[in-house]
């Protein structure tokens, strides 16, 4: 009986290891998209921030870069 609880114990070991090598995995994992998710958000901001300028520049007369050329 005390071979089955020793070997029992050996596995919930293991199970355990293989769990917190997992679990340091997907926390890699998070912050790798934490940080690709707050490079995004940067960028679009500065999308953001470029059409309204461009926007607002063509509101003031200036000739917006997407209008048709003159041959349509």
Same mark, same amino acid.
């Given at each position: 009986? *005390? #071979? ?11 199970? +355990? =290891?293989?769990?917190?090598?997992? +679990?340091? *995995? +997907?926390?890699?994992?998070?912050? =790798?998209?934490?940080?690709? #998710? ?8 500065? +999308? ?7 926007? *607002?520049? *063509? %509101?003031?007369?200036?000739?917006? %870069? ?7």
């Amino acid at each position: 009986m *005390a #071979i089955d609880v020793s070997s029992q114990l050996v596995e919930v070991q293991t199970q +355990l =290891a293989f769990q917190e090598d997992m +679990l340091n *995995a +997907l926390n890699e994992r998070v912050v =790798a998209q934490d940080l690709e #998710i707050r490079n995004l958000r940067r960028t679009l901001e500065l +999308l953001h921030e470029q059409m309204k300028q461009k926007n *607002a520049s *063509a %509101e003031d007369g200036q000739v917006h %870069e997407m209008e048709r050329p003159p041959h349509y």
